[in-house]
């Protein structure tokens, strides 16, 4: 199983992104998929989650700016991020959830205030 994450960058406060992370394997339809971010000198924390029956949780520091979403067909899932602030600085994993957890190798979001 491969993640590829893509869609970080720098963006001033106020901005959006989106970031995308493609599975291989046929594990994806299966899994809970989500995205987790890593700021400088802190612990991982969880951003968004969706489950293979669409069932969604985001984190409290994300709810009404962030939406995650998922294509069975392409094996991606997406991360809408809109409204950015500088504390959601940091590095951006993807995530895929069936028995074992597998991880993309981050994509960096910076933004500027």
């Known amino acids: 199983v491969q993640l590829q994450a893509s869609g970080g960058g720098l963006v001033q406060a106020g901005g959006s992104l989106r970031l995308s992370c493609a599975v291989s394997g046929s594990i994806f339809s299966l899994g809970t998929t989500g995205w987790y971010r890593q700021a400088p000198g802190k612990q991982r924390e969880s951003v968004a989650r969706i489950t293979s029956g669409g069932f969604i949780i985001y984190g409290d520091s994300v709810k009404g700016r962030f939406t995650i979403s998922r294509d069975d067909a392409k094996n991606t899932v997406y991360l809408q991020m809109n409204s950015l602030k500088p504390e959601d600085t940091g590095v951006y994993y993807c995530?895929?959830?069936?028995?074992?957890?597998?991880w993309g190798q981050g994509t960096l979001v910076t933004v500027s205030s």
């Open positions: 995530n895929v959830r069936h028995g074992l957890d597998y």
